[in-house]
């Protein structure tokens, strides 16, 4: 399993990858479909079964919640899906692309370009400014700067944090600085938004504040994948995914007008 998420290393990994994988299509696939996956951790010659089995699919443009309490797989599937993290058996198939087969740095290549990240401890670079953090995995793409500066812009513009843009991370207050976050993941318009405990950080407001944004950037057609261990937030998604003990126990679809 691979470490926390580093933006510095995922950038310089970024940097330094050679074999490229091609742009995922989506076509008539599903964005995403896991098909039997299993991820079992063997510490000091004792398994643990993290994830068993787990089938799972998302559409593009659906707000998927995976809800569960702590310790229950609900990470290590987010890493999965994020690839960040292997599973130990069954297949995960990204758009029309299998990746189980994929290099490191065809992993490398597809986060960058197809993948969204959004984390509970935000993973701001503190003498970046906020301008230079949403940047920032845009520079190893070889954008011209006219074209990064119009992709950075747009994001800071999409959370309503572009008049911040100059200030250090911090300068903010913590819902502004996954606000920043948020703007870091869409900038470069990913395939999907996965976002882990995004409001685990926040107060109740703020907390709140985040969600409405991930809803108004999900029906304005973002495809979104959380997990959070808090049923309150279940009310935000278009379909909430129960997970216990490594497994889907129930799945349940919001019916209630969306506004």
């Known amino acids: 399993m691979e470490g926390p998420f580093d933006l510095k290393a995922l950038a310089i990994e970024r940097l330094t990858s050679k074999t ?19 991820k079992i951790y063997l510490v000091e010659e004792i398994e643990t079964h993290a994830l068993s089995g787990i ?38 198939q990204l758009g029309d692309k299998e990746v189980s087969g994929l290099s490191l740095d065809q992993r490398a290549h597809i986060r960058n370009r197809e993948i969204g990240f959004i984390f509970q401890s935000f993973n701001l670079i503190g003498d970046l400014s906020v301008y230079e953090n949403v940047e920032l995995p845009l520079a190893y793409r070889g954008l011209k700067h006219s074209e990064r500066k119009a992709m950075v812009l747009e994001a800071l513009e999409k959370v309503d944090m572009i008049h911040r843009k100059n200030h250090l991370p911090n300068q903010l207050s913590g819902g502004q600085q996954q606000r920043v976050a948020v703007a870091r993941a869409l900038a470069g318009k990913p395939q999907i938004l996965l976002a882990d405990e995004p409001t685990g950080n926040l107060d109740s407001k ?16 973002a ?5 959070t261990h808090d049923e309150s937030y279940a009310k935000y998604a278009r379909r909430i995914v129960h997970l216990f003990d490594g497994n889907i126990v129930d799945e349940t679809t919001n019916t209630h007008t969306r506004n």
């Open 223 to 227: 495809t979104i994948c959380m997990v």
């Open 20 to 38: 490229l994988a091609p742009a995922v299509s989506i076509g008539n696939h599903k964005l995403i479909a896991l098909e039997g996956i299993t």
């Open 206 to 221: 703020n907390g709140k504040v985040v969600m409405e944004m991930l809803k108004n950037l999900n029906e304005a057609g």
């Open 55 to 92: 089938h799972l699919k998302i559409e593009p443009g659906e707000f998927v919640l995976i809800s569960g309490p702590s310790g229950c797989g609900k990470s290590t599937l987010l890493s999965i899906i994020g690839l960040l993290d292997s599973p130990t058996d069954g297949s995960y």
